[in-house]
């Protein structure tokens, strides 16, 4: 049981921070190579741009985790505890809609590449893996949303506890701690 709490609490950080040393070290290669030999590598170029596709759609899952995703607080102003939790249950359901949108056709994409057998120029990576790079991040951002309008469901009937600030709001609480 510890093992999935520990994948719930940290599983968007691993690949997160994976994905950034891939990127950072195959670009730094380039940089050495361009610079110090003369010529440059054929692959890496590819491989941090696609490292780079992968940290967009898991950065997303992650944001929604930590509940600092873009958003307009303009709307949250205008409302106090029960109606700013409404109206993230309400966005966040919006979300979700969009999410299983993305899954959906972005996997069907994704297996048809698979099926076809397209293979990047380089590196020759399968090409559905990198679009399947959609739904995997979506899958993983519809579970956080899910797990958030639990806890705001909880919260709207008394049940829990969960504050929703504007980014304003978070600031200041940052600042006075």
Do not use: C
């Amino acid at each position: 049981m510890k093992v999935f709490k520990w994948l719930d609490d940290h599983i968007e950080e691993v690949i997160l921070v994976v994905l950034s040393i891939v990127m950072v070290s195959v670009i730094f290669l380039q940089v050495v190579m361009r610079y110090v030999f003369g010529s440059s590598l054929s692959w890496s170029e590819e491989l941090a741009r696609y490292s780079f596709i992968w940290i967009v759609y898991v950065g997303i899952s992650y944001g929604v985790k930590k509940q600092r995703h873009i958003k307009v607080d303009l709307l949250l102003l205008a409302f106090k505890d029960k109606g700013r939790i409404i109206l993230n249950i309400i966005a966040n359901l919006l979300f979700l809609a969009f999410a299983i949108f993305v899954i959906r056709y972005g996997y069907d994409i994704a297996s048809k590449l698979l099926a076809f057998g397209q293979r990047s120029p380089a590196n020759q990576i399968p090409m559905g893996y990198i679009y399947m790079a959609a739904p995997v991040g979506m899958g993983l951002t519809a579970l956080r949303l899910i797990q958030n309008l639990i806890k705001q469901f909880k919260a709207l009937l008394g049940k829990g506890g969960t504050e929703i600030k504007t980014e304003l709001e978070k600031v200041q609480d940052e600042i006075t701690e």
